[in-house]
């Protein structure tokens, strides 16, 4: 399995625990608790306000609005991230593209916060979403190339990624150490061809 599947299948498992809190917690009995489990876990990553949160069958997801438009973003963002290599986005240097999307989310906290402006389901939703997809076009590719670099070097440690370099080195060294020092010191003792100056008769002493 590749890194980006990997990714994906994590990401995919990460919504839907999301979507499923709200759903096990209104079936009760074992369920309701394993809901409780869920909505104690997510807390640790969102404040989790009702009125910032998205319901199903009267009960709210594990997560606010903005975060989970941040997850799902981030999950089609590895689906399509094929697809978005070749877009004008790839192109963006890392921390450009991400201080990018950080900027719509940063207006819509700190001037709702300042009382300039009323952060909507929408505004939350819309803001959350780009910072995703942001993140997405970024940590896929490093993921990807982090991954390679790793199995480069646990190849390398395994030895089977040098056996080419070695034998190319023992069909270089099939000759004795005797006999290298003898081609050297031959060498040594061999005019250079470009101080060598053949005797020539001149054409006056032929004639």
């Known amino acids: 399995m590749t890194p980006r599947r990997v990714l994906l299948v994590a990401a995919l498992l990460w919504c839907v625990a999301t979507v499923a809190t709200p759903l ?6 074992v369920a309701s608790g394993a809901a409780s489990f869920l909505y104690e876990f997510f807390s640790r990553v969102c404040h989790q306000f009702d009125s910032r949160s998205f319901h199903i069958a009267g009960h709210k997801f594990a997560v606010c609005i903005r975060c989970f438009a941040i997850y799902t973003s981030f999950l089609l963002g590895i689906v399509f991230s094929p697809l978005l290599s070749r877009t004008k986005i790839a192109a963006i ?28 389901a929408a505004t ?19 993921l990807e190339e982090v991954s390679f670099s790793l199995f480069q070097q646990l190849l390398a440690v395994l030895g089977l990624g040098s056996h080419v370099e070695q034998d ?8 004795s150490p005797d006999s290298n020092l003898r081609n050297l010191s031959s060498e040594k003792n061999l005019p250079h061809l470009s101080n060598h100056k053949p005797n020539r008769t001149s054409y006056a002493t032929k004639t």
Do not use: K, N
Request: cysteine-free.
């Open 24 to 29: 096990l917690a209104s079936l009760g009995g």
């Open 93 to 120: 240097p890392s921390s450009r593209l991400l201080v990018a999307s950080l900027i719509p989310m940063g207006l819509d906290v700190g001037l709702a916060t300042l009382g300039f402006h009323d952060s909507t």
């Open 124 to 142: 939350r939703l819309i803001t959350g979403f780009l910072f995703g997809l942001a993140l997405s076009v970024v940590l896929v590719p490093i």
């Open 168 to 175: 190319g080195l023992l069909s270089i060294g099939d000759e």
